[in-house]
């Protein structure tokens, strides 16, 4: 069965980088995109970004953009979220998504989620 | 990239039918039928529920169905069950390759 887990997640302090990864097993993971979603504490979610299957294209939703990079290794089967530059506002559960239709947007599997907590 | 509008609450007695809309422009839900659901139950995951704005996924009840006009998407809940009290969210693929999700609707089960 399709499976997705998170890791990494963790306190940090404002300003500096936290990797998260998701692994990823029970399909080819090579064949799908894959996205990143949060929700802070109490509030919606919010898409983050998505990486196509390949690796070749990606996008970030425009808080993100030029401090997070995703990233995915077809071989280990894992995707990857860099996170520099830390914001109090980043504070989430970050959960890991496959994207279940080429490329439409929309997330068949979930991970469990990983919380990053940005606090000094 | 605004949030989708979504009502905060919608609630009905069981056995009812409920309908949460999920507006955006044109440039989301509006541009593509690409517009998707998600329930998610407090602590958990979200799951998917609606596809592609009215396919349903293997496995989901057939009392979920979805349906867009112009710039608002809809999920109407039909035989409203305990277990379908929870958070539900619209989300849509948008014009500059990003995806954008509601605002979330808590639905009550009186």
């Known amino acids: 069965q399709v499976q997705l887990v998170e890791s990494g997640g963790g306190v940090v302090q404002p300003g500096r980088s936290l990797r998260l990864s998701c692994g990823a097993s029970?399909?080819?993971?090579?064949?799908?995109?894959m996205h990143w979603v949060r929700q802070a504490p109490g509030k919606g979610l919010e898409w983050v970004a998505v990486i196509w299957f390949d690796g070749t294209n990606e996008n970030y939703a425009d808080s993100v953009k030029g401090r997070f990079t995703i990233s995915r290794d077809n071989v280990k089967d894992t995707l990857y979220l860099q996170m520099s530059s830390l914001r109090a506002e980043d504070t989430a559960v970050y959960y890991c998504?496959?994207?279940?239709?080429?490329?439409?947007?929309?997330?068949?599997?979930w991970g469990q989620g990983t919380l990053v907590a940005v606090s000094s | 990239q605004s949030a989708l509008t979504q009502p905060a609450s919608v609630s009905g007695s069981p056995g009812q039918s409920i309908t949460i809309s999920c507006t955006g422009t044109s440039s989301d839900v509006g541009g593509y039928n690409y517009v998707s659901w998600y329930q998610q139950h407090p602590g958990k995951a979200p799951k998917l529920m609606i596809y592609?704005?009215?396919n349903r996924p293997l496995g989901v009840s057939d009392r979920f169905s979805g349906s867009k006009s112009g710039y608002t998407a809809s999920l109407t809940i039909s035989g409203l069950q305990a277990e379908d009290e929870a958070d539900y969210y619209c989300?849509?693929?948008?014009?500059?390759?990003?995806?954008?999700f509601g605002t979330g609707t808590k639905v009550t089960v009186l």
């Open positions: 998504a496959r994207d279940g239709g080429y490329s439409r947007y929309y997330f068949d599997y």
């Open positions: 989300s849509s693929y948008t014009n500059t390759f990003t995806g954008v």
């Open positions: 592609d704005v009215s």
């Open positions: 029970g399909f080819t993971f090579s064949d799908y995109g």
